[in-house]
Structures are given as structure tokens and as C-alpha cells.
T-cell receptor, first 114, second 112 residues
């Protein structure tokens, strides 16, 4: 039972380079998310996709683009990486009911921009 | 602007002691308050959650206390164990929003 799988786990980029973080979930969830985690800042939402075919900006979308390729996959792209984008990135998917909700996270992708 | 404020940033507790982490929010539309636990190198995982129709929820050694009038909620870990050493995040959401706003996290260390 894989859950949420992110690739790559580690990446080092130079300023101005581009890259795509891949995420896939096998739980048939409608909603998927990208968060970044920085010391003292907690988890901040970059983008989310409530369902296949839709995407919405979160708290910190600048410098990022996303693609909801299908129900399973949600990718995050950095077009021109900056040192401020050095962070640990988490993909998540979720199931929501009328009263509760739970996010299932991947193990993270650690990105360093030099 | 941080939607959910969390304190303390770090906490050291002796084995067997009580760990207390506090959170506060401003948006009165929030009606779902989960706590997530994260071990080093892993993603966060849901620990326990509460809705504002109750003032307390207990699951084993973990208890959420909720004060609707003060717009505050807290996590209590009774009989803290070294295995509880992790980072804890509070969060808040409103029904139908399908996303969560997280606090800044508390790094808990339980000393044997």
C-alpha cells in the first residue's frame, strides 16, 4: 500500500534552473495538495486541486505552477528556481466527509537551490 | 498572515510528564481542528481531531481541549514517552473548504 509517492526525494538546483516534482496517490482521493515546510513557518499551502481538472492557489503560489494530470497525479513545477525556494516539499491527498477530513502526506522532497 | 498561531516552538519534557501545546485562531468560520504528528524524515500524519460542538476529545494519552469563546485549542499528551518525540502541528479548516491551515509546529523532545 504505497499511499502518496513523491519523486525525487532530494534535488539540488542552481538558481534559474527548472524542475518538476512528481506526486502520485493510489487511494482514489479527489483532492491533492502541495505544501512547503520551512523552519519556524510550519506547513504552507502552495496549490491544491479539489478535483481532477481544477487547481487553486494557496498561501504561497508565487514562483510555482501545478498540473493535475489525472486523478492520481499532481505535479509541481519551478520554472526558474530561486534560493528562497529551498525547502522541503510535501504532496498530500485527502478524503473529506461532512464532519471530518484527513490529509495523507508523502515523505517529502528536499530541494536546495544554490 | 498566519491563520493559526501555535506555541511553544519547542518543548522539552521528562518521561512521564505532561506535554501541552497551544493554538489560537481568528476565523470563526473554522469548524474542524485536527492535530498532526510528524517524525523526522516523514510526512505529517493525523493524530486526533475535534469539532467545536465538544470541549474535549480524548484518544489514549492524547487529549484535545477546545475553548470556543477564546478561540483556542490545545493538545495534552499525558505520561509522555520518548517515542512521542516529534513535531506536532495544529490545523484548522471550515466545512467544504477542502484544505487545512497549519500552525507553525512544536518540536517536542521527551527525555528518558
Amino acid at each position: 500500500n504505497a499511499g502518496v509517492t513523491q519523486t525525487p526525494k532530494f534535488q539540488v538546483l542552481k538558481t534559474g534552473q527548472s524542475m518538476t516534482l512528481q506526486c502520485a496517490q493510489d487511494m482514489n482521493h479527489n483532492s491533492m495538495y502541495w505544501y512547503r515546510q520551512d523552519p519556524g513557518m510550519g506547513l504552507r499551502l502552495i496549490y491544491y486541486s479539489a478535483s481532477e481538472g481544477t487547481t487553486d492557489k494557496g498561501e504561497v503560489p508565487n514562483g510555482y505552477n501545478v498540473s493535475r494530470l489525472n486523478k492520481r497525479e499532481f505535479s509541481l513545477r519551478l520554472e526558474s528556481a530561486a534560493p528562497s525556494q529551498t525547502s522541503v516539499y510535501f504532496c498530500a491527498s485527502s478524503v473529506w466527509t461532512a464532519n471530518t477530513g484527513e490529509l495523507f502526506f508523502g515523505e517529502g522532497s528536499r530541494l536546495t537551490v544554490l | 498572515q498566519q491563520q493559526v498561531k501555535q506555541s511553544p516552538q519547542s518543548l522539552i519534557v521528562q518521561k512521564g510528564g505532561i506535554s501541552i501545546i497551544n493554538c489560537a485562531y481568528e476565523n470563526t468560520a473554522f469548524d474542524y481542528f485536527p492535530w498532526y504528528q510528524q517524525f523526522p524524515g516523514k510526512g505529517p500524519a493525523l493524530l486526533i481531531a475535534i469539532r467545536p460542538d465538544v470541549s474535549e476529545k480524548k484518544e489514549g494519552r492524547f487529549t484535545i481541549s477546545f475553548n470556543k469563546s477564546a478561540k483556542q485549542f490545545s493538545l495534552h499528551i499525558m505520561d509522555s514517552q520518548p517515542g512521542d518525540s516529534a513535531t506536532y502541528f495544529c490545523a484548522a479548516s471550515k466545512t467544504g473548504a477542502n484544505n487545512l491551515f497549519f500552525g507553525t509546529g512544536t518540536r517536542l523532545t521527551v527525555i528518558p
